[in-house]
């Protein structure tokens, strides 16, 4: 059982360049989850879907568009990087009236 | 959901109870109190939760006063593995609640 996989691992970026981060989870969730973590702080939220279908703005959504393609895949694309975005990005799973939030082992995206 | 409040950083000899503490006192009715850390740089792991009662498992306990305006993580005995970051989070119970991290407390433990 996987649980949440996130691709790339590491990835390095020119400003201005696009990229998809790719998020896929083997568990049946409903929610999934896209958050930053910059260094010395939180995670902050990018955006989430409750479902297959619909997502939502988190506190955090400028520069970014998401996809929930299927209940298993939620992508995060940067359509033109900036500096700014340089950040590990995580995706988390839960089921419906689950507790309990599943997060994958990030992606660390630097743009220079 | 409701905001938290913790502290930056703690430090706990190992072998002795760490003790975290949360302040939510905008708390709501159908708002629960989740835990979560973060080791290292790897992505956060759920500990415990809970809504008004105290909860134990087999990592923590956790203690929520009686008007659920505070809460208190307990690691009973604490180790050098449970060095991490924790997260106190507020999250009602609704199918499409967001989970939303503020900065946590960097908990050090210590031989």
């Known amino acids: 059982n996987a649980g949440v996989t996130q691709t790339p691992k590491f990835q390095v970026l020119k400003t201005g360049q696009s990229m998809t981060l790719q998020c896929a989870q083997d568990?049946?969730?409903?929610?999934m989850y896209w958050y930053r973590q910059d260094p010395g702080m939180g995670l902050r939220l990018i955006y989430y879907?409750?479902?297959?279908?619909?997502?939502d703005k988190g506190e955090v959504p400028n520069g970014y568009n998401v996809s929930r393609l299927n209940k298993r895949e939620f992508s995060l694309r940067l359509e033109s990087a900036a500096p700014s975005q340089t950040s590990v990005y995580f995706c988390?799973?839960?089921?419906?009236?689950?507790?309990?939030?599943?997060f994958g082992q990030g992606t660390r995206l630097t743009v220079v | 959901d409701a905001k938290t409040t913790q502290p930056t950083s703690m430090d706990c000899a190992e072998g002795r109870a760490a003790n975290l503490p949360c302040n939510h006192s905008?708390?709501?009715?159908?708002?629960?109190v989740y835990w979560y850390r973060q080791i290292h740089s790897q992505g956060p792991q759920y500990i415990i939760h809970?809504?008004?009662n105290n909860e134990t498992n087999e990592m923590a306990s956790l203690i929520i006063t009686e008007d659920r305006k505070s809460s208190t993580l307990i690691l009973p005995h604490a180790t050098l593995r449970d060095t991490a970051v924790y997260y106190c989070?507020?999250?009602?119970?609704?199918?499409?609640?967001?989970?939303?991290f503020g900065t946590g407390t960097r908990l050090q433990v210590t031989l």
């Open positions: 879907s409750a479902s297959e279908g619909t997502t």
């Open positions: 568990m049946n969730h409903n929610s």
């Open positions: 989070i507020v999250r009602s119970a609704g199918t499409a609640s967001k989970l939303t």
């Open positions: 905008t708390i709501s009715g159908n708002e629960y």
């Open positions: 809970g809504l008004k």
């Open positions: 988390a799973s839960r089921s419906t009236g689950s507790t309990e939030a599943f």
